[in-house]
């Protein structure tokens, strides 16, 4: 068999699927109604082999990230993570000692946390983060985050952030952005303002497939363009008018836009695409041990025929398939051929790719049928729209700064 590609990057991501079960049925969920009924539990012994297998390959990182996602994490016991976090770090201990710093995450709705789930997050505070997903406002939040008989969430939702925030357990908060929010900017903005002592930061995420919903709200097409440029330009602007107040509220999308923009120049290539979707730098393994990478949280089920096997991007099940095998394999020199392919497709036509976040290769092929395309509407709405707007505001704090040092603009009077 083939050696491994050279263009394999340090693991510094493992998704773990404690469980598909969801107690929630949010309207803009990627996974499906029946993978979010499944109460399966990943057990302990895919746990220690994902990390067993990981930990003692050559492609590991010198920090790795360790997120429970994809399904509600918090409809497992604590104690169940109590014993994967001590296995996880056993197998650290025992096969890669003194090598690999580990960080864990877990990514929850906010509905369940009780004081069980602080004394928790209290005990692993030390080496744990937590992300609780919110969407705002009740009216934008309770929208399309319902429970299974269509009630909403926020209250409880809001329950749980206070009950962090009590503890003095900071957190981060993620937030879907749909047709809805655009026309609220001021109002999601003040939400999170309100909040901000008690998180590390904020980050919106647009739908990342403008093409499938069936709500209006839940959809885009490039002809959204001005919408979302100005739901960004009124953010910057909501931004800058509160930084006095608290200079350290971070907005993630602006923050690493705004890096995407430094790091570009005539010639270069944008190292933020190419890694955005690099392979194994980022692992994902669902309940039953099936692994995917390009991804974080990409399920098995997605695009399940793209290469013929009914797996999807799934590399094989860990328990089954050794890692070293899996980025031997010949579907992964294919899905490589792909991505490239997709990569230089944008890199010879966009004038946007020096700022791109990447990761649209899947896209291309929903809306064209084909990797080798270029834009799509998600492109434009995530990427050219936001640079846009990130761009116009520079412009204009450059401006006033120009008329601040400009002797002229101060009245001699007559």
Same mark, same amino acid.
């Given at each position: 068999?083939?050696g491994?590609?050279?263009?394999l990057?340090?693991?510094?991501?493992?998704?773990?699927?404690?469980?598909?079960f969801?107690n929630?049925?949010?309207?803009?969920c990627?996974?499906?109604?029946?993978?979010? !009924?499944?109460? !399966?539990?990943m057990?302990?012994?895919?746990?220690s082999r994902?990390f067993?297998?990981?930990?003692?390959?050559?492609?590991?990182?010198?920090?790795?990230?360790?997120?429970?996602?994809?399904?509600?994490?918090?409809?497992?016991?604590?104690?169940y993570?109590d014993?994967?976090?001590?296995e996880?770090?056993?197998?650290r201990?025992?096969?890669?000692?003194?090598r %690999?710093?580990?960080?864990?995450?877990?990514q929850?709705?906010?509905v369940?946390?009780?004081d069980?789930?602080?004394a928790?997050?209290?005990?692993?505070?030390?080496?744990?983060?937590?992300?609780?997903?919110?969407?705002g406002?009740?009216?934008?939040?309770?929208?399309? !985050?319902?429970?299974?008989a269509?009630?909403p969430?926020?209250?409880?939702?809001?329950?749980?952030?206070?009950r962090?925030?009590?503890?003095?357990?900071?957190?981060?908060?993620?937030?879907v952005?749909?047709?809805?929010?655009?026309d609220?900017?001021?109002?999601?903005?003040?939400?999170?303002?309100?909040?901000?002592?008690?998180?590390t930061?904020?980050?919106f995420n647009?739908?990342a497939?403008g093409?499938?919903?069936?709500?209006p709200?839940l959809r885009?097409?490039?002809g959204?363009?001005?919408?979302?440029?100005?739901?960004?330009?009124?953010?910057?602007?909501?931004s800058a008018a509160?930084?006095?107040?608290?200079p350290?509220?971070v907005?993630?999308?602006?923050?690493h836009?705004?890096?995407?923009?430094?790091d570009?120049?005539?010639?270069?290539?944008?190292s933020h695409?190419?890694?955005?979707?690099?392979?194994?730098?980022?692992?994902s %393994?669902?309940?039953?041990g099936?692994?995917?990478t390009?991804?974080?949280?990409?399920a098995?089920?997605t695009?399940?025929?793209l290469?013929?096997?009914?797996?999807?991007?799934?590399?094989?099940?860990?328990?089954e398939?050794?890692?070293?095998?899996?980025?031997?394999?010949?579907?992964?020199?294919?899905?490589?051929r792909?991505?490239?392919?997709?990569r230089?497709?944008?890199?010879?036509d966009?004038?946007?790719?020096? %700022?791109?976040?990447?990761?649209?290769?899947?896209?291309k092929?929903?809306r064209?049928?084909?990797?080798d395309?270029?834009?799509?509407?998600e492109? %434009?709405?995530h990427v050219q729209?936001?640079t846009?707007?990130?761009?116009?505001?520079?412009?204009?704090h450059?401006?006033?700064?120009e008329?601040?040092?400009?002797?002229?603009?101060?009245?001699?009077?007559?």
């Amino acid at each position: 068999m083939t050696g491994a590609p050279e263009s394999l990057r340090p693991i510094e991501l493992v998704v773990l699927q404690g469980t598909p079960f969801c107690n929630m049925n949010c309207g803009y969920c990627d996974l499906s109604p029946d993978s979010r !009924r499944q109460k !399966r539990t990943m057990p302990l012994a895919v746990v220690s082999r994902v990390f067993a297998e990981v930990l003692a390959s050559p492609w590991v990182a010198e920090t790795l990230t360790v997120i429970w996602h994809s399904g509600e994490p918090l409809t497992l016991p604590p104690a169940y993570y109590d014993d994967a976090i001590a296995e996880v770090l056993a197998v650290r201990d025992r096969v890669a000692p003194g090598r %690999v710093a580990i960080r864990f995450s877990i990514q929850t709705n906010g509905v369940l946390i009780d004081d069980a789930w602080i004394a928790f997050f209290q005990r692993h505070a030390h080496h744990l983060d937590i992300g609780v997903s919110c969407d705002g406002p009740a009216a934008l939040h309770d929208a399309w !985050r319902t429970n299974w008989a269509g009630k909403p969430s926020h209250a409880a939702t809001v329950r749980g952030m206070d009950r962090l925030a009590a503890a003095g357990l900071p957190f981060k908060a993620i937030a879907v952005v749909t047709g809805h929010t655009l026309d609220d900017p001021d109002g999601f903005f003040r939400f999170f303002f309100e909040r901000r002592a008690a998180l590390t930061d904020l980050h919106f995420n647009i739908l990342a497939d403008g093409a499938s919903g069936t709500d209006p709200a839940l959809r885009f097409t490039e002809g959204d363009r001005a919408r979302y440029h100005a739901f960004y330009s009124r953010l910057l602007a909501l931004s800058a008018a509160h930084a006095d107040a608290d200079p350290g509220f971070v907005i993630q999308n602006f923050r690493h836009g705004l890096a995407r923009l430094l790091d570009a120049a005539p010639g270069r290539t944008a190292s933020h695409h190419e890694e955005s979707s690099a392979p194994l730098k980022a692992l994902s %393994v669902d309940a039953g041990g099936r692994v995917t990478t390009f991804y974080a949280g990409l399920a098995p089920e997605t695009h399940a025929d793209l290469y013929g096997d009914g797996q999807g991007l799934s590399l094989g099940n860990i328990m089954e398939t050794p890692l070293a095998e899996m980025a031997r394999s010949l579907k992964l020199r294919r899905m490589l051929r792909d991505f490239r392919a997709s990569r230089d497709a944008c890199a010879a036509d966009c004038a946007y790719f020096g %700022v791109c976040t990447g990761g649209f290769e899947l896209t291309k092929v929903v809306r064209h049928g084909r990797f080798d395309a270029t834009e799509t509407p998600e492109c %434009v709405i995530h990427v050219q729209a936001l640079t846009d707007a990130l761009l116009d505001d520079v412009a204009l704090h450059l401006d006033a700064q120009e008329a601040d040092a400009d002797p002229r603009a101060a009245g001699t009077g007559a």
